[in-house]
């Protein structure tokens, strides 16, 4: 159905909407909640690790820095994220991002949410509020008065080209989202070709790269599994993040490769001898035979809800030949 506006000289228009460009995945039926492994000290059963890795743009990606600059003809341009003078990926970005990835597809709460969504979801979904009873999204990532066991370093552009570009007037959720009375489920905005509009924002282009480290502290072999599958790299579930501004008109699709994990060893030895050898570097085929055996884990089959997955991997799927609206949506 289309919406209306108004015209000039008191009369009413009609423009279409365009399909929406995002989708819903479901809340689970419950939230699992249990005592967090914690930072005091290492634990046997749990592994630690560092992933150095990269990421790919597979569309231009804006994050705003809230800076306006004044372009060469005097035009404002909402200006991109900087260290110093290199243009970057908050390590924030992206461990929202993937924490979002990892509550939407296991038993976790809904956190960092609105005011008017927070009354509209029922209260055992509300963040966890106690710090020694987590669900796994909250364990992993933090929450209120827990520090989590991931970290997620600011990503530096390595290779390619910081551009001008000029992408479509976004606007608030209508009214309707506003005065939501039941929450559908979490919201994915899809893959697609990009829309192009008025706005100008500074952007990295397609195919620039940046580098990719996380420290992992303290997770279970299950949590890693839950970790890669959030990351896209599910065998049966592959799909790409999204990411930064402008996500509704196809910008800020990502690709994070791994390229090595360093395991760091729990032994006594590593804190009571002075000459401990370097953390042991799995890369290629060793690489992506432990990444399997982590989401193939049977713990980490508990730990995901299959159909929520198979939800969000359908909507996060890449390629999609879809066109972002221009528009109104």
């Known amino acids: 159905m289309g919406q209306y506006q108004r015209g000039g000289y008191g009369r009413r228009r009609e423009e279409h909407a365009a399909p929406k460009p995002f989708a819903f995945v479901p809340l689970p039926e419950r939230v699992n909640r249990s005592r967090p492994a914690g930072h005091d000290k290492f634990q046997t059963n749990h592994i630690s690790g560092q992933i150095q890795g990269k990421i790919s743009a597979l569309s231009p990606i804006h994050i705003g820095s809230g800076v306006i600059d004044i372009g060469q003809d005097g035009e404002l341009i909402k200006t991109a994220v900087r260290t110093g003078e290199n243009v970057v990926i908050p390590g924030s970005s992206l461990k929202g991002a993937i924490r979002s990835v990892v509550e939407a597809i296991s038993a976790s709460c809904v956190s960092k949410v609105s005011s008017q969504v927070r009354r509209a979801i029922p209260r055992w979904f509300s963040e966890c509020p106690q710090k020694d009873n987590l669900c796994v999204a ?8 827990f520090q989590g066991n991931i970290s997620i370093q600011d990503a530096p552009k390595t290779e390619g080209n910081i551009v001008t ?43 620039t790269q940046f580098r990719f480290v996380m420290q992992v502290d303290n997770l279970k072999q299950s949590e ?34 791994i390229d090595e994990i360093k395991v760091q060893e729990q032994t006594r030895t590593r804190y009571l001898e002075w000459d401990v050898a370097q953390d042991a570097a799995m890369t290629g085929e060793r690489l992506e035979t432990w990444k399997l ?9 508990r730990l995901i809800q299959q159909e929520l997955l198979a939800e969000l991997a359908q909507i996060l799927k890449y390629p999609n030949e879809r066109n972002c609206p221009a528009g109104l949506y």
């Open 138 to 145: 909250c364990r992993m990532f933090g929450a209120m008065g």
């Open 165 to 207: 570009k000029r992408v479509p007037e976004l606007y608030a959720p209508g009214r309707g989202q506003r005065n939501m009375r039941e929450v559908p489920g979490r919201k994915f905005y899809m893959h697609g070709k990009e829309a192009t509009g008025n706005t100008p924002v500074e952007a990295c282009e397609k195919d």
């Open 224 to 257: 890693w599994g839950l970790l890669f599958t959030a990351l896209g790299h599910h065998p049966n579930y592959p799909f790409k993040l999204k990411i930064g501004g402008a996500k509704p008109v196809c910008f800020g699709s990502i690709d994070i490769q």
């Open 293 to 301: 055996s982590c989401v193939n884990n049977q713990d980490t089959n």
